[in-house]
Nanobody
Framework: QVTLVESGGGLAQAGESLNLSCEAS????????MGWYRQVPGKQRELVGS???????YVADSVKGRFTVSMDKAKKSVYLQMNDLKSEDTALYFC?????????????????WGPGTQVTVSS
């Protein structure tokens, strides 16, 4: 059983910053990658940014230069530093983890999602 818990969402004015945190817990043997997605009503969930265990980072073009993703493997955590927020960044942000976890005595690859944290940016 793997659980992701997000924190740090909320309300911000355009131009301000927010920092999201996500911590994974459970029977994790190894972490392959962690990252953040976001979704607005009526649209598909989109990848915002992610980092692999080998520190290969990806950030979507829409947030490049403003958002930074970083992973702390030892803490089983991933962070999203969001600067210069815009109204179009308003969304429900989800933490995602790609891991090797123990289940039923076996180690298996699995992917997991947090429940989401709302970020609302007013202009």
């Amino acid at each position: 059983q793997v659980t992701l818990v997000e924190s740090g969402g909320g309300l911000a004015q355009a131009g301000e910053s927010l920092n999201l945190s996500c911590e994974a817990s459970g029977t994790i043997v190894n972490i392959n990658a962690m990252g953040w997605y976001r979704q607005v009503p009526g649209k598909q969930r989109e990848l915002v940014g992610s980092e692999t265990v080998t520190h290969i980072a990806y950030v979507a073009d829409s947030v490049k230069g403003r958002f930074t993703v970083s992973m702390d493997k030892a803490k089983k955590s991933v962070y999203l530093q969001m600067n210069d927020l815009k109204s179009e960044d308003t969304a429900l942000y989800f933490c995602h983890a790609d891991v090797l976890a123990e289940s039923g005595g076996k180690v298996k690859h699995s992917e997991h999602w947090g429940p989401g944290t709302q970020v609302t940016v007013s202009s």
